[in-house]
């Protein structure tokens, strides 16, 4: 194994054990925040809207990498977007969680065949963002370390489950919209 080899394996062991601490201080982060409540004298009421519209442009920005890469292909754009997307991933969360330490929890209001397809939606949107963000976090480091190949592998997997995530979470904001 070649000096380079070397260390661009030690260089991707040290970044997956940063994306599995990052990933278990968010999910930890985001079990506890109902249980914490924090009194501001700034109305952030708006923040449903703001991170469920940066999650929908983090979903147009997933479909653009996407079409860049697999029918242009262009690497550098490819790249530039997705990196806007983690970026975007990361704001997301930080409001998302703000927002819930800092206002009380709305309860889903409609009712009928709809409530189920909310509630459908809902958990199989928490589910797949808890178990997507470490494995969005691994394929952007096999894409920093240009391990192209093991990149576009698990991109294979991560993609469709990330738009999902960022899809669902919008939507789960428009139904939530009148019971706020």
Request: proline fraction near 3%; charge should be positive; include cysteine.
């Amino acid at each position: 194994m070649a000096v380079d080899q070397k260390s661009q394996k030690a260089l991707e062991r040290k970044l997956n054990t940063g994306a599995w601490i990052f990933s278990a201080v968010v999910f930890l982060l985001v079990l506890m925040m109902r249980k914490i409540h924090f009194d501001v004298a700034v109305d952030l009421t708006s923040l449903p809207a703001i991170y469920s519209g940066i999650n929908f442009i983090t979903f147009l920005l997933l479909l653009l990498a996407f079409y860049q890469i697999r029918y242009r292909r262009n690497v550098e754009l490819h790249r530039k977007l997705m990196t806007a997307s983690v970026i975007l991933s990361a704001l997301f969360l930080l409001l998302y969680v703000l927002y819930h330490v800092t206002n009380s929890e709305t309860a889903y209001c409609g009712e009928g065949m709809i409530r189920y397809l909310y509630f459908f939606l809902l958990i199989t949107h928490i589910l797949l963002a808890a178990i997507i963000l470490p494995f969005i976090l691994f394929t952007y480091i096999r894409a920093y370390t240009s391990q192209f190949l093991r990149h576009k592998a698990l991109a294979r997997w991560v993609l469709p489950f990330w738009l999902y995530v960022a899809l669902t979470g919008p939507i789960i904001y428009l139904f939530l919209l009148p019971c706020y």
